[in-house]
């Protein structure tokens, strides 16, 4: 059976995102229309293909949502620099934990960021 790697990927979104959405804005206090509005996210599959997933909106087998709603309305495109420089993890939960400190990290560089 094949091994299972956990990524972390950035997709920029559209600024649009800031004033349209109350939830994202509350989110950011931080932000100060400087740099950019990010998602971060964690997956199994590639980057590429995941953010392919958010914006087709693609459902699961149990007809379950795949996609982010945020990033299927404001998502640009993926941040590679942002995130090419960490590894691949083996296990959801440190992609989990690694999800959530590079989001707080980019948010303390006074980015705008949504994640999960």
């Known amino acids: 059976m094949p091994k299972i790697e956990y990524r972390v990927y950035v997709v920029e979104l559209s600024k649009k995102v800031f004033t349209e959405n109350r939830k994202f804005r ?21 980057p590429k293909e995941r953010f392919d997933q958010h914006k087709k909106g ?7 949502d795949l996609s982010s709603s945020i990033v299927k309305k404001y998502g640009l495109y993926l941040r590679g620099s942002l995130y090419n420089h960490i590894p691949p993890f083996s296990t959801r939960a440190e992609a989990l934990k690694m999800e959530k400190i590079l989001a707080l990290e980019l948010r303390r560089k006074r980015y705008a960021v949504w994640f999960n």
């Open 58 to 64: 693609t459902l699961s087998k149990k007809g379950y």
């Open 26 to 46: 509350e989110a950011n206090p931080q932000f100060n229309g400087v740099l950019e509005c990010l998602y971060v996210g964690m997956t199994s599959k590639s």
